[in-house]
């Protein structure tokens, strides 16, 4: 079964317009991936959880940090603001006065 010259030519002109319909597909994708696109346009990759709490292991962590920052501040207000120092315990010792011993009665 021959083909006519005239269908043979319809073939390949169909054929170079479908290879050149893929062509331009090919190339069009590959300028949009080469060329300037907006962040908002560019697909998302998707978010990986790394620390997934529940709400116990959340209050629990926010109670250890503010325990930490507590001693935090308390450490930094003891050092700004120290306390009156104290007289030696030999001074304290020597100024109170012993109290005489009552004779027990019989």
Do not use: N
Not at 66 to 74: H, K, Q, R, S
């Amino acid at each position: 079964m021959r083909r006519s010259p005239s269908a043979l030519c319809a073939s390949i002109l169909l054929l170079v317009g479908t290879a050149r319909c893929a062509v331009r597909e090919w190339a069009r994708r590959l300028i949009a991936i080469g060329g300037r696109r907006s962040a908002a346009s560019l697909p998302k990759p998707p978010r990986r959880e790394i620390f997934v709490l529940t709400p116990e292991e959340k209050k629990t962590l926010c109670f250890v940090l503010m325990a930490f920052i507590l001693g935090l501040v308390t450490k930094s207000y003891r050092d700004a603001h120290p306390a009156p120092s104290s007289k030696p315990i030999t001074a304290v010792r020597e100024k109170v006065t012993p109290k005489p011993a009552q004779p027990s009665r019989p």
